[in-house]
């Protein structure tokens, strides 16, 4: 058995209108932000009304600085109906560089539309440029929708994890992520590692990813909204999105259809919804994925969860939750998985904090030898959001 433990430090969620009435009052300066585990945390997973969310469990950490670079015309109070331009810029060493007279550049194509104003912008005092592998510039428009341009999420990123349990901080349909380099070992009586990892086996085929790309999205209508991004290297994707509440129920939904530009690979397709009963907190996800393969069977994952969600004690909800995954023809066209999960979740409200537990199996049925023994993974830790 594997025990894994982690504690999540990140900036708390950048909802759209804090983030830029933060920076609005401030003047237009980038604020400085650290983001651990880029990728994961959302405030409904997979749905895209959060523009610059923060990290959840299992992704790569950020540091870097988060601004608007002009101001929208008007009061602030109406900052989301008029076009905004933001800039996310995320630092590693000895990555792209962008200077200030990148910055300039974009300032004269906002101040060009005629819809913006420059504003007063620099950097911290002593930093002339910044280098980081993501910059995101987004121009937003509640009439016309939203245009992302440079690293961020594709189109099609997070469409088969939307989930309304509150236990997905560490159980959602992407199973492997929190034992994903762990490799099966065969069943034989010296326990041989094979070069199968836990990743390899299951995959929700959930998009593209955070790519280099130009992104639209549209307004959104009835609960409805369209996303469609051309990527690099030949890639592209489209995908619909939809929430809504009524009747005692929360629901949320989406599918997707990307191609990936990979060798022996078609089309790949996914989808997610997940459904809350308000009253009693019983709630129910669903996902799946598809990717057409040329030399050998599909690739696709199905994935079940049930669960509570309750209110135990004042200062926080309890959430449960037990998941069933079916994995086929992964790694190869012979192979099947199973997973079974169970995972528990208590927030402390007052203090941006969840503690988690989860007890996942993780099953390989290989169509040629060598078979391989189960894993067990128990996980516990803390997600901290300050």
């Not at 590692?193 to 209508?221: E, H, I, M, Q, W």
Request: charged share 20%; glycine share 12%; net charge negative.
């Amino acid at each position: 058995m594997a025990v894994t433990f982690s504690v999540i430090g990140i900036l708390s969620a950048f909802c759209r209108q804090s983030v830029w009435q933060s920076v609005w009052q401030s003047g237009g300066e980038l604020a400085p932000f650290f983001q651990c585990g880029g990728g994961r945390g959302r405030g409904v997973h997979g749905h895209p009304h959060a523009d610059f969310h923060a990290g959840g469990l299992v992704g790569s950490a950020r540091l870097g600085w988060l601004g608007q670079i002009y101001r929208s015309l008007g009061d602030p109070r109406e900052v989301r109906q008029s076009l905004v331009l933001g800039l996310l810029v995320v630092l590693v060493p000895l990555a792209v560089r962008i200077d200030l007279e990148n910055l300039e550049q974009l300032r004269m194509v906002a101040v060009r539309a005629g819809e913006v104003e420059p504003a007063p912008f620099r950097l911290p005092d002593g930093v002339r440029h910044v280098q980081g592998v993501d910059g995101n510039a987004v121009f937003g428009s509640k009439r016309f929708g939203k245009l992302s341009l440079g690293k961020g999420d594709s189109a099609s990123n997070n469409s088969a994890e939307v989930d309304l349990s509150k236990v997905d901080v560490i159980a959602y349909a992407s199973v492997a992520d929190i034992a994903g380099g762990i490799l099966f070992r065969e069943k034989n009586g010296d326990d041989t590692l094979t070069n199968v990892s836990v990743s390899d086996a299951f995959k929700d085929l959930d998009g593209l990813s955070r790519r280099n790309r130009v992104r639209y999205d549209t307004p959104t209508f009835s609960g409805f909204h369209l996303a469609t991004s051309a990527i690099s290297n030949q890639r592209y994707d489209g995908s619909l999105w939809w929430s809504g509440q009524g009747y005692g129920f929360k629901a949320a939904g989406a599918v997707a259809v990307a191609y990936p530009n990979q060798d022996n690979t078609d089309l790949q397709y996914d989808g997610s919804f997940s459904l809350l009963h308000e009253a009693t907190g019983l709630n129910l996800t669903l996902s799946a994925g598809l990717q057409e393969r040329d030399n050998q069977g599909d690739a696709s994952n199905f994935y079940t969860k049930v669960g509570w969600l309750t209110r135990f004690f004042s200062f926080g909800e309890t959430a449960f939750g037990v998941d069933f995954t079916r994995s086929m023809n992964l790694p190869t066209g012979t192979d099947d998985g199973f997973s079974v999960g169970a995972a528990a979740v208590q927030q402390f409200e007052d203090y941006g904090t969840e503690l988690y537990v989860q007890y996942r199996i993780y099953s390989l049925d290989r169509g040629a030898d060598p078979n391989v023994q189960d894993i067990n993974v128990g996980t516990i830790g803390a997600r901290v959001k300050f």
